[in-house]
């Protein structure tokens, strides 16, 4: 049979399954183009068929693959494996393992469970262990996680102060049964707790305003230590607020190097044991994540992709589970974490919508907190109404018009929108990885005036910059050579100037775009278009009015304040202008 795992090229190569993809993939099956796509999965492919956006036509083309006979075989997936109910026998006592307590735990940090336990076997698949807190009269289920050499840990975002109660429960029966308490205490300076979506904006969990200023470097975390030191350095002095990035690793261009280490142990020339995990990958993974939280940067976690040389991509139903269950378990503790399902999500050849609902399904369940969570699209758009998603993690629609759908889409959706690609400033030979500095600082003032947030990305070609690496920010980290940084941080400053720090879309001129906060502050952007003055129209009361200049980064004071009524005001004739209109009276509608 044929499925989404097939390779175009296999399909092509046989009658029956080519006559269904003439039929029903008729724009890449008869494209002067096919060859390049035979190495291409089908699961991926269908994103190119807008016919195929639709579930029910995905569907059928699947049942009438499935009917086609192949020669090719697969080896099955992985079975999923059950906890060992006899892993520890009836001689050993019910909650014999030692348990380690933190003294104090401070609000919004990781409260720790380590229990010294039992190695024998395969604790990673053989033990099943989770915890029920008891804090502020309510409960809290907590899955625990092995982490090597007997050590199991049990992790909780410390959310509540006061003291917390505890009793595991297990199949290994050491493990079964253990009980202690832990005291949160007051969170310490500059934390704020978790990211919470608040309208269509976002606070912390102490009510701290909250902007995603996002950037991208996918694959920092799997660089030499050296270049990982040289990205925290970067964002140190960047603006940025939130760090899309993988855990697994990325195959791609520019991203030819082999990471020293993997989620799982083992190798791409030796295979990857997928029953085991590896536990120091992952504390180095929680060590960056932790110097992000000190920099105040949200770490957007993607937990599947397609850009995958090592079979990551394609693991099966029941280690795609067993890998979320190990990744929430060990993540969810810490407060600057988001998830994302998938970068592109339609990409991916093995999975459908049905896999991310089931996928989504697991990462609800073991995320006791809630984590903000969602989904990126390649081409097709997600269904960003389920009710699992949080915000709208969205691509750019177009070459050149994406974040002008911002308010749109917000009505759409009903929930915050971040255009997390909208292509990246650089000088690459990819269309998505070649705009100047200014058409980023554009699409990051279309998408803030309509009430949404736009992310950074950079690909500059390194030779152009005189150097011989291979080392593009978009996915390795290291340093930033672009001009938009600096000026998406006026825009932050801009921002936080508006009464609750944000803007939302207000009404509209039919050239202009308008936003702001209704009868307080209103900014119109221009653009790409240069004005040498605009009339604008004023509520009632006294206003104060600003000229913009978004690339030089200048707020220029209108003398005097004005009143109702339609007002000229003068401009300087280049692009790239805005004007803000600001209540000065006290007053709002």
Not at 15 to 30: K, W
Not at 286 to 297: D, F, K, M, V
Not at 534 to 554: H, K, Q
Not at 560 to 589: C, I, K, N, W, Y
Request: proline share 6%.
């Amino acid at each position: 049979m044929f499925d989404r795992r097939s390779t175009f090229g296999e399909a092509l190569d046989h009658a029956g399954a080519r006559a269904v993809l003439e039929r029903l993939m008729p724009g890449i099956a008869a494209s002067p183009m096919a060859a390049q796509f035979r190495d291409g999965h089908l699961g991926s492919l269908v994103a190119l068929v807008p016919a195929l956006e639709d579930e029910t036509a995905r569907q059928a083309l699947w049942e009438e693959l499935a009917a086609v006979e192949s020669d090719v075989q697969r080896p099955p997936y992985a079975p999923a494996i059950e906890p060992d109910a006899a892993y520890e026998d009836v001689t050993v006592a019910r909650a014999s393992a030692t348990v380690i307590l933190p003294e104090s735990t401070p609000r919004w940090g990781v409260l720790e469970v380590r229990i010294a336990g039992p190695s024998h076997g395969n604790p990673f698949v053989d033990v099943e262990l989770d915890a029920v807190f008891t804090r502020a009269g309510e409960q809290l289920r907590v899955g625990g996680f092995y982490d090597g050499d007997g050590v199991y840990l049990i992790r909780a975002l410390a959310d509540v102060e006061g003291d917390w109660t505890f009793e595991t429960r297990s199949t290994a029966r050491s493990l079964d049964g253990l009980s202690g308490t832990v005291t949160v205490g007051a969170p310490l300076e500059g934390t704020h707790g978790p990211v919470r979506v608040d309208g269509f904006h976002f606070r912390h969990a102490d009510g701290t305003r909250h902007r995603p200023l996002g950037t991208t470097a996918y694959a920092w975390t799997h660089q030499p230590e050296g270049l990982q030191e040289q990205t925290l350095a970067t964002l140190a002095a960047a603006p940025f607020t939130k760090m899309r990035m993988c855990v697994f690793p990325k195959s791609y261009l520019y991203n030819a190097n082999e990471p020293a280490d993997f989620p799982f142990p083992g190798s791409l020339a030796d295979g990857f044991d997928l029953e085991r995990f590896d536990p120091e990958h992952f504390r180095r993974l929680e060590r960056r994540i932790l110097q992000l939280a000190e920099l105040g940067i949200e770490a957007d976690l993607i937990l599947f992709h397609a850009y995958d040389r090592w079979g990551f991509a394609d693991l099966g139903p029941a280690v795609d589970e067993r890998y979320l269950r190990y990744v929430v378990r060990r993540l969810s503790a810490f407060a600057n974490v988001w998830w994302s399902m998938a970068n592109e999500y339609d990409l991916l050849w093995a999975k459908d919508v049905a896999d991310w609902e089931r996928l989504a399904a697991i990462v609800g369940e073991e995320d006791a907190v809630g984590h903000l969570n969602s989904i990126h699209n390649c081409r097709p758009f997600y269904d960003y109404s389920a009710p699992w998603i949080t915000h709208v993690s969205i691509q750019r629609v177009d070459v050149y018009r994406t974040a002008e759908n911002t308010d749109d889409w917000r009505e759409r959706w009903g929930k915050p929108v971040v255009i997390d690609e909208c292509a990246y400033e650089g000088d690459i030979d990819q269309g998505w990885g070649n705009i100047t500095g200014e058409e980023m600082i554009r699409r990051f003032w279309e998408g803030a005036v309509r009430g949404g947030y736009v992310g950074h990305g950079e690909t500059y070609y390194p030779e152009a910059a005189g150097r011989d690496d291979e080392i593009l920010w978009w996915s390795k980290g290291g340093e930033l050579h672009g001009t938009s940084p600096h000026r998406i941080r006026f825009l932050d400053q801009l921002l936080a100037e508006a009464p609750d720090g944000v803007w939302d879309p207000l009404p509209s001129d039919w050239d202009v775009p308008w936003g702001g906060v209704e009868g307080r502050v209103r900014v119109g952007y221009f653009g790409f278009n240069r004005p040498r003055f605009r009339n604008i129209l004023l509520g009632e009361g006294e206003w104060a009015i600003d000229v913009i200049d978004t690339w030089n980064m200048s707020v220029e004071p209108v003398p005097g304040t004005h009143s109702e009524g339609s007002l000229r005001v003068e401009l300087p004739g280049r692009q790239f202008m805005a004007v803000r209109a600001t209540r000065v009276d006290g007053a709002s509608r």
